[in-house]
Each structure stands twice: as C-alpha cells, then as structure tokens.
C-alpha cells in the first residue's frame, strides 16, 4: 500500500494523481487533515483516511498496513519538530518498507532558517531505523508568480544578489516524489532537487520580457527585504523567514548540485520561463 500524506495540500494532491498514473488505486491510500477534501478520490477508489501530525493515534490509523509513504513535511513551521517526531515514530512502528520524505536543499549544511526542522526530521529518521529518502526540494517556481501585479509595476525586490534559485514547479517535484517511491531511488539515497535556476534579476527581466515593458530588481539588503514584506502585510515572523531565505539563495543553499531532479523525471524539468511567461498573461491579459 503507498500512502501519501498531506493529500489536501497543493504537492500532496498533485502526488496522489502522479501515483494514480503508475499503480491501481485500490494500492493508493491519501491522507491530510480534511478528510472531506478527499472525498473525490474515495470516489475513485483511493483508500482515504485522516492524518493529523497532532494526533499520533490518527498517523497510526493512516499507516496501518503501508509499504511506501510519502510523508510530506509540514506546513506549521515553528511546529514541524514534534508533529514529524510523531510521524516518524508512526512510521517506525508500521515497519514501512520505504519512507520518502520532503526536505530542503542542502538541510543537513545549510544555516537558513527554514532548514533546520528539515535537518532534525531527517535526523530522528535515521535515528528511528526507518528506511528512507530524502527528497531535498528547492524553492516552488510557483512561489515567484504570486506577486506579479506588484512586480509589474514596481519592479522585483529582495535579498539574493546573484544567488541562484534551483527552483521548480510542484507538479515535477511531485512526479518526482513518486517515481523515487516507485522504484527510482532506494533507501539511503540523498537527493538534491531542483530545475535549471535563476536570479531575482533575471527572474525581473524574464517578467518584463513576457509583459513588453522593463522590468528592474533592486537588491534591498535583509534588513530591507524585511521591512518591504512587513510593509506588504506579511507577519513579521513570516518576513524573516523570507528574507533569511534570499540571504542562503545568495550564500548558495537553494542552487541544486547535479542533475537529481532530471533523473527522476526522466525528463527535463519544466523550464521556468514558461511558468513565469503562463503567469504574466494572466496578469496583463485585458478583461
């Protein structure tokens, strides 16, 4: 049985239907929180059932008889320790054959923020004997489409300098989850994911190229992408996080070493620009 975790999130959801392409769904089992969410896939035949990282008495539910989990990382950052310390135990006392879990570019070396949950998971994971992979994802392409109408009219900011976001579309980073639970990577495998990348200034050019008009970067500092993201109405914990992230893009902790991602999809990566060009028209296209 595969299980798939976090199934009423955006990766999740995009997993099980990848997981529906290679094996029935009578072998398939979604997991998440809102169990209602799921109902469309019960109706097609996918196992459903609720798992909530709060309550370990659910994940034990959730993972009665799996062979292959996908154990998507939380999304309550701040939280992720003890809520994956109680899905890794879930784990080890269902003997799972084989756990991939979603961690973060370069984890066990990297001093951002949002990576040292990541490095504690994969952590207890070892320390639990579960076998495993670790699927260390760069940033969402999606990520940089959210803020176009802003963008379009005054320009990219943030903090990376010349620094290199690997980044890629959640479809391919969950195509990519299901092939190495499928047969495309083994326990102990270490994988470092992510498309070919680019810098916030290209990302600005590429945005202004798609809409035919310029469109610059101005390169704040952290401090300066802080207060811009507090300023937008973010929460200034939020804003942190975001700007330490620009700071490990510039040190170099969200480029993706080798081809992993390629490999796994048995494909190229879909290329950012499309997503980013997809993106603008929508912004620009008249009512």
């Given at each position: 049985m595969y299980v798939v975790t976090g199934a009423t999130g955006a990766l999740g959801r995009l997993a099980v239907e990848a997981l529906l392409e290679r094996v029935p769904a009578a072998e398939v089992r979604a997991t998440g929180r809102r169990i209602e969410a799921l109902d469309d896939l019960a109706a097609r035949g996918v196992d459903v059932r609720r798992a909530d990282?709060?309550?370990p008495a659910s994940l034990a539910a959730a993972f009665e008889g799996a062979t292959r989990v996908l154990f998507v990382s939380g999304s309550d950052?701040?939280?992720?320790?003890?809520?994956?310390?109680?899905?890794?135990?879930?784990?080890?006392?269902?003997?799972?054959?084989?756990?991939?879990?979603t961690s973060i570019l370069h984890a066990q070396s990297s001093d951002m923020i949002l990576a040292g949950e990541h490095a504690a998971t994969e952590k207890m994971l070892a320390a639990a004997g579960v076998p495993s992979v670790l699927l260390r994802n760069g940033w969402y392409v999606e990520y940089f489409t959210a803020n176009l109408a802003v963008e379009l009219e005054q320009g990219v900011v943030g903090a990376s300098g010349d620094g290199r976001f690997d980044a890629a579309t959640r479809a391919d980073y969950a195509e990519a989850a299901v092939a190495a639970l499928t047969g495309g990577a083994s326990a102990g495998d270490v994988l470092e994911l992510g498309g070919p990348g680019f810098t916030r200034a290209e990302l600005a050019a590429e945005i202004g190229r798609a809409a035919g008009r310029e469109v610059t970067y101005t390169d704040l500092g952290v401090a300066g992408f802080t207060e811009a993201l507090v300023a937008a109405g973010l929460p200034e914990g939020f804003a942190t996080v975001l700007a330490d992230s620009d700071r490990g893009a510039a040190a170099g902790l969200l480029a993706a070493p080798g081809d992993d991602l390629t490999r796994l999809l048995g494909r190229p990566a879909t290329p950012w620009t499309a997503v980013i060009d997809a993106a603008v028209r929508e912004v620009v296209a008249p009512a």
């Open positions: 990282y709060d309550d950052a701040g939280a992720r320790i003890e809520q994956h310390r109680a899905v890794v135990e879930a784990l080890a006392t269902a003997g799972v054959e084989l756990a991939a879990y």
